[in-house]
């Protein structure tokens, strides 16, 4: 099938590589003419594990093209899919500016019987409301809700082994027609009203945030009573009925995702005359537990901050990716900052332009007061913690990510700091 994919982001350049990996013509347009010709001369703006190699087929199969111009993009396309920013506004309601103007834009540019499929995470109604504008402009075109679950870091993986593939259309045909783009995946697909697959996606993001947010606060509570949070968890996770899956604590959570789709659910909630209390204390739990981490730091360097040296491992908001958007230790370390402490960091792949960074986490410990491992690379747990101990100035570890071995960190003449683990 012919496909064009408008946005190069995160979600449209890992579906256009994905569409052509299974066999379809894809043409992604892109409005950034940077990104376009670095894109055509083969380098690949993101981070993502295993999408240089996929794009990189997919362009030598000739089943990959990029354009900065949508309308050529869409040329001869029978589905354009939209993978378009959706920004918080400052009211917490998704911007959808970036969506809406591209379908003016392409309103009359597209082929007889083609359709528009939203990629992008939009609030529930959105895709019966674009459907509405386009007639209102004398088009026909349709409109498809097809949220997308890729996960940064594991993006390609997801793509090509899905959960789920969602789609959301008052015409069974042209569901189908989507549906069919995957006919080679084995997957569970789910068909159903627009606004249904809407809020799928808003839902499932919601209900992760509730639950990382839950494991944080589990941990706060195994620190206060002397339970160990790992053995807790772990204990819980076995449950069949619960699983094992997003019951780490961290930092809070970040990325592109949690943090704006629970403020615009709360919106849509406020709009619809529903106040989501629940996930009004989802959101306070994980501001809170970024300051909570920050305060461990403190004490950690002795009660004050005020030029204290502190090395920071890690800077994206998860491992896997250079992704820095609402970092949880980005946040965490302008915190620290506002006191008074020097921070210097290392991130693998991730810079944040705020911060010092240094070239490896050895460097980034040299002179350290105290040592924050905010991001789960695995590499982190490689490092030699002697030579950890021998350059830092203190001697203690928080573990925001409890990624490390304590017993390991004390053997090395360290003090060590987890999250909800007061006798490890």
Same mark, same amino acid.
């Given at each position: 099938?012919?496909?064009?994919?408008?946005?190069?982001?995160?979600?449209?350049?890992?579906?256009?590589?994905?569409?052509?990996?299974?066999?379809?013509?894809? *043409?992604?347009?892109?409005?950034?003419? $940077?990104?376009?010709?670095?894109?055509?001369?083969?380098?690949? @703006?993101?981070?993502?594990?295993?999408?240089?190699?996929?794009?990189?087929?997919? !362009?030598?199969?000739? !089943?990959?093209?990029?354009?900065?111009?949508?309308?050529?993009?869409?040329?001869?396309?029978?589905?354009?899919?939209?993978?378009? @920013?959706?920004?918080?506004?400052?009211?917490?309601?998704?911007?959808?500016?970036?969506?809406?103007?591209?379908?003016?834009?392409?309103?009359? *540019?597209?082929?007889?019987?083609?359709?528009?499929?939203?990629?992008?995470?939009? @609030?529930?109604?959105?895709?019966?409301?674009?459907?509405?504008?386009?007639?209102?402009?004398?088009?026909?075109?349709?409109?498809?809700?097809?949220?997308?679950?890729?996960?940064?870091?594991?993006?390609?993986? $997801?793509?090509?082994?899905?959960?789920?593939?969602?789609?959301?259309?008052?015409?069974?045909?042209?569901?189908?027609?989507?549906?069919?783009?995957?006919? *080679?995946?084995?997957t569970e697909v789910i068909e159903t009203d627009q606004t249904s697959a809407e809020m799928i996606k808003y839902s499932s993001n919601s209900?992760?945030?509730?639950?990382?947010?839950?494991?944080?606060?589990?941990?706060?509570?195994?620190?206060?009573?002397?339970?160990?949070?790992? $053995?807790?968890?772990? +204990?819980?996770?076995?449950?069949?009925?619960?699983?094992?899956?997003?019951?780490? @604590?961290?930092?809070?959570?970040?990325?592109?995702?949690?943090?704006?789709?629970?403020?615009?659910?709360?919106?849509l909630a406020e709009d619809a005359g529903y106040d989501f209390r629940l996930l009004r204390a989802v959101i306070a739990a994980d501001e809170?537990?970024?300051?909570?981490?920050?305060?461990?730091?403190? #004490?950690?360097?002795? +009660?004050?901050?005020?030029?204290?040296?502190?090395?920071?491992?890690?800077?994206a908001f998860k491992a896997g990716t250079d992704d820095v958007r609402e970092s949880p230790s980005s946040l965490i370390a302008a915190l620290?900052?506002?006191?008074?402490?020097?921070?210097?960091?290392?991130?693998?792949?991730?810079?944040?332009?705020?911060?010092?960074?240094?070239?490896?986490?050895?460097?980034?410990?040299?002179?350290?007061?105290?040592?924050?491992?905010?991001?789960?690379?695995?590499?982190? #747990?490689?490092?030699?913690?002697?030579?950890?101990?021998?350059?830092?100035? +203190?001697? !203690?570890?928080?573990?925001? !990510?409890?990624?490390?071995?304590?017993?390991?960190?004390?053997?090395?003449?360290?003090?060590?700091?987890?999250?909800?683990?007061?006798?490890?």
């Amino acid at each position: 099938m012919n496909i064009a994919v408008i946005g190069a982001g995160y979600v449209g350049l890992v579906t256009a590589a994905g569409l052509a990996s299974l066999g379809h013509h894809v *043409s992604l347009g892109e409005a950034n003419a $940077d990104r376009v010709r670095r894109l055509e001369d083969g380098e690949i @703006p993101i981070y993502e594990s295993g999408l240089d190699e996929l794009v990189r087929w997919a !362009r030598s199969s000739s !089943r990959l093209r990029f354009h900065q111009s949508n309308i050529e993009a869409v040329k001869g396309a029978e589905l354009v899919f939209l993978c378009l @920013p959706t920004p918080a506004g400052d009211d917490g309601r998704a911007d959808l500016s970036f969506v809406e103007s591209v379908v003016r834009e392409l309103a009359h *540019s597209l082929e007889s019987g083609a359709a528009f499929v939203v990629k992008s995470t939009v @609030p529930p109604g959105t895709a019966q409301a674009l459907q509405a504008s386009l007639l209102a402009a004398g088009s026909p075109t349709a409109v498809i809700s097809h949220p997308e679950f890729l996960r940064e870091g594991t993006a390609v993986h $997801d793509f090509l082994h899905p959960d789920r593939v969602v789609i959301g259309s008052d015409d069974p045909i042209l569901a189908k027609a989507v549906a069919s783009l995957y006919d *080679s995946l084995a997957t569970e697909v789910i068909e159903t009203d627009q606004t249904s697959a809407e809020m799928i996606k808003y839902s499932s993001n919601s209900y992760l945030a509730t639950r990382l947010t839950f494991a944080n606060t589990l941990a706060n509570l195994c620190e206060a009573v002397g339970a160990d949070i790992v $053995d807790v968890l772990r +204990g819980v996770g076995l449950d069949h009925r619960i699983g094992p899956h997003f019951l780490k @604590p961290g930092p809070g959570y970040g990325g592109s995702c949690f943090p704006k789709d629970t403020l615009a659910l709360i919106s849509l909630a406020e709009d619809a005359g529903y106040d989501f209390r629940l996930l009004r204390a989802v959101i306070a739990a994980d501001e809170e537990q970024r300051r909570r981490v920050a305060d461990k730091v403190k #004490a950690a360097a002795g +009660g004050g901050l005020r030029g204290r040296r502190v090395a920071v491992w890690g800077v994206a908001f998860k491992a896997g990716t250079d992704d820095v958007r609402e970092s949880p230790s980005s946040l965490i370390a302008a915190l620290l900052q506002r006191e008074g402490a020097l921070v210097t960091a290392y991130d693998p792949e991730a810079r944040d332009p705020n911060l010092q960074h240094a070239d490896s986490a050895l460097a980034a410990v040299e002179g350290a007061d105290v040592l924050l491992v905010a991001t789960e690379w695995p590499e982190f #747990a490689k490092v030699d913690l002697e030579q950890v101990a021998a350059r830092m100035r +203190g001697h !203690r570890v928080v573990d925001a !990510r409890n990624l490390l071995d304590p017993r390991q960190v004390r053997a090395a003449g360290l003090d060590y700091s987890g999250l909800g683990r007061p006798n490890a």
